[in-house]
C-alpha cells in the first residue's frame, strides 16, 4: 500500500476530506520522528512500540584488505510489535 492509497482508505473510512487526512498524516509522523529523535519511546495501542537505541561501538573485520577497523557507535530503531498486532498477523 502507497501512502496515496493510504491516504484514500483513511479518508474514505472516516469521512474527512483527503487533505485533512494528508495532513493529519504527516503531522503524525512529524510528532513520530521528532519525539524518536530525541530519544523518546513511542507507544501506539494496538500497534506497537518504536525505541531508539544505542549501538555500541566494535571492531570488524574487512576481508578485502584483510584489516580491523572500528565502526562508531550509532543509534538504531527498534520496533516491538504489540500482543493484538501479532494475534492478528497469526490469526488461521
Known amino acids: 500500500m502507497t501512502n496515496k492509497d493510504f491516504i484514500e482508505k483513511l ?13 493529519l498524516s504527516a503531522s503524525l509522523i512529524q510528532v ?40 562508531p557507535p550509532k543509534t538504531t530503531l527498534c520496533y516491538k510489535m504489540s500482543a493484538a498486532l501479532k494475534d492478528k498477523l497469526n490469526m488461521e
Open 11 to 23: 479518508s474514505r473510512r472516516t469521512g474527512f476530506e483527503k487533505d485533512e487526512v494528508k495532513e
Open 32 to 71: 513520530l520522528l521528532g519525539e524518536i529523535a530525541n530519544g523518546n519511546s513511542v507507544t501506539i495501542h494496538g500497534l506497537g512500540v518504536f525505541e531508539p537505541r544505542e549501538k555500541a561501538s566494535r571492531k570488524m573485520f574487512n576481508p578485502t584488505s584483510k584489516t580491523y577497523i572500528v565502526v
